[in-house]
């Protein structure tokens, strides 16, 4: 009877060899991982939501130091603030001498842009009463701007869970912050961004 030869072993294709060595640096990378007990952190990493900003919290104390060096003291502007999606409302403040000497507020129905400000009927404009009432549009005043742009760069993500994002802009003449917005991920939560602008401003001599 002819004898029958056992069936050749099939050599492992090139992909195959390639995920058995993937898996074996995986495994080694894991395991150096647990001894040196760098997962910890590694894992954070990858938890952690991110948090981008456009500016510096140095970029924003320049600019202040150009508004400062400006030496204005009284003006008028109309500030936003607010979400989009959401209710928010419109601030027309008068300043003199870094005082906040009258200031009126008006409602904005979602969604608003900041430029609906400007087209806001007067009738519509709330008179705030001298005293408690003025010095609750402080965070609305250019130092207040400032302090809010302050608030944002050192706020990270939403929650601590959301990938967020800080963007402000400046004013190229005087330099106090026209725009800070504080978005998230639509995705995480909704209402996004968190919007202060100032749609008008008009130096007082």
Known sequence: MRQTRPPRRRRPSLVRRLMYWLMALAAVVALFL??????????????????????????????????QAKALSSYRL????????????????????????????????????PEQANAIPAEEWDLLDPGPSLAKLQPYTIPGLFEAARQTIERGPLEDRCDSE??????????????????????CEKNSPELWAVVGFVPLR
Do not use: C, M
């Open 78 to 113: 109309i500030v936003v603030h607010g979400q989009p999606s959401l209710r928010g409302a419109a601030y027309q403040i008068t300043v003199r001498n870094g005082e906040i000497v009258a200031g009126r507020r008006a409602l904005l129905l979602p969604p608003w842009t």
């Open 166 to 187: 800080a963007r402000i802009t400046f004013d190229p003449e005087w330099s106090f912050p026209t725009r800070i917005e504080y978005a998230w991920d639509a995705n």
């Open 34 to 67: 647990l001894v040196t007990g760098r997962w910890r952190a590694l894992l954070a990493d990858l938890l952690t939501p991110s948090y981008r900003v456009n500016v510096k919290a140095e970029d924003v104390e320049a600019a202040q130091a150009r508004w």
